[in-house]
C-alpha cells in the first residue's frame, strides 16, 4: 500500500486540505454566528481591552487557515485531475465531477480572495489602532467592508462544501442541482444568521 504513491499523496493532500478547511471555516462561523451578538453586549472600553487579543490570534489562524487550504486544494485539484486524468469523461467533454470541484474551488478561491484582500487588510488596519489606543479614522468603513466580505463568505460556505464532497459522493452535475445547491445553502445559512442573536437568551 505505501508503495502507492498517487494514492498516498492524494489522500495526505487532502488530509491536510480539511484539516485546513475545518480550522478556517469553523472561525468563519465564530465571526459570524458567535461574536457579533457577544461584541453588542461590550462597552467601548472592555472592546478595546478585549479584542486586540482575542481577535488577532483568531485572524491569525482563520487568515492562515484559508491560505493553506487554497493551497492544497489548487495542489489537490491539480494533482488529482490531471495526474488522475479525471478532468474528462471517456466519450469526450468535462466530467461531472470536475464540473462540481471546479464549481466549489471557485467559491472556494472566491472566499480565499475576501479573506486576504479585503477582510483582513481592513482588521489589521482597525486592532492596530484600538492597539494604539487611537482608533482608525475610517474603522467604521473598515469594518463595514469587513463584515460584508465576511458574510458573502458565510453564504457561499455551504454550496462550497456542497460541491467539494459531491465529486466523490454524488456525481451527477446539471443546471437544476446547481440552483438548487445554492437555493437550500443559502436558505439554510439565512437560518443560522437568524438564529445568532437568540442564541444566549432563550436557548
Ligand atoms: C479554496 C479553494 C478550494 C479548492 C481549490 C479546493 C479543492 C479541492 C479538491 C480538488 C478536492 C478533491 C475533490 C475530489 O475528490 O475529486 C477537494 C476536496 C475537499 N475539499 Fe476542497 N477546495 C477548496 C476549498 C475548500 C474549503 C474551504 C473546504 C472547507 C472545509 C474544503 C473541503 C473539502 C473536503 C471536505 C474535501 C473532500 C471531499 C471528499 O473526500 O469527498 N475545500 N477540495
Given at each position: 500500500m505505501l508503495d502507492d504513491?498517487?494514492?498516498?499523496?492524494?489522500?495526505?493532500?487532502?488530509?491536510?486540505?480539511?484539516?485546513?478547511?475545518?480550522t478556517w471555516i469553523g472561525l468563519l462561523y465564530f465571526f459570524n454566528f458567535v461574536n457579533p451578538p457577544f461584541q453588542a453586549s461590550l462597552d467601548g472600553e472592555l472592546k478595546s481591552k478585549i479584542n486586540p487579543a482575542l481577535?488577532?490570534?483568531?485572524?491569525?489562524?482563520?487568515?492562515w487557515g484559508a491560505m493553506f487550504t487554497f493551497l492544497m486544494g489548487l495542489t489537490l485539484l491539480l494533482y488529482k485531475y490531471?495526474?488522475?486524468?479525471?478532468?474528462?469523461?471517456?466519450?469526450?467533454?468535462m466530467s461531472d465531477?470536475?464540473?462540481?470541484?471546479?464549481?466549489?474551488?471557485?467559491?472556494?478561491?472566491t472566499m480565499w480572495f475576501n479573506v486576504w484582500f479585503i477582510i483582513w487588510p481592513a482588521q489589521k488596519k482597525i486592532l492596530g489602532g484600538l492597539k494604539a489606543g487611537q482608533p482608525h479614522p475610517d474603522a467604521a468603513a473598515l469594518a463595514k467592508r469587513a463584515t460584508a466580505a465576511s458574510k458573502m463568505n458565510t453564504y457561499l460556505s455551504a454550496p462550497m462544501l456542497f460541491a467539494?464532497?459531491?465529486?466523490?459522493?454524488?456525481?451527477?452535475?446539471?443546471?437544476?442541482?446547481l440552483v438548487l445547491?445554492?437555493?437550500?445553502?443559502?436558505?439554510?445559512?439565512?437560518?443560522?444568521?437568524?438564529?445568532?442573536p437568540k442564541v444566549g437568551q432563550t436557548f
Open positions: 504513491v498517487y494514492t498516498n499523496l492524494n489522500y495526505f493532500l487532502r488530509w491536510l486540505h480539511i484539516l485546513a478547511g475545518i481577535l488577532g490570534r483568531a485572524l491569525f489562524w482563520f487568515r490531471t495526474v488522475g486524468e479525471l478532468w474528462t469523461r471517456a466519450e469526450g467533454g465531477r470536475a464540473m462540481w470541484i471546479l464549481f466549489g474551488a471557485l467559491l472556494g478561491s467539494m464532497i459531491a465529486p466523490t459522493h454524488y456525481g451527477t452535475m446539471s443546471v437544476t442541482m445547491v445554492l437555493a437550500v445553502g443559502f436558505g439554510m445559512i439565512k437560518f443560522l444568521y437568524s438564529l445568532a
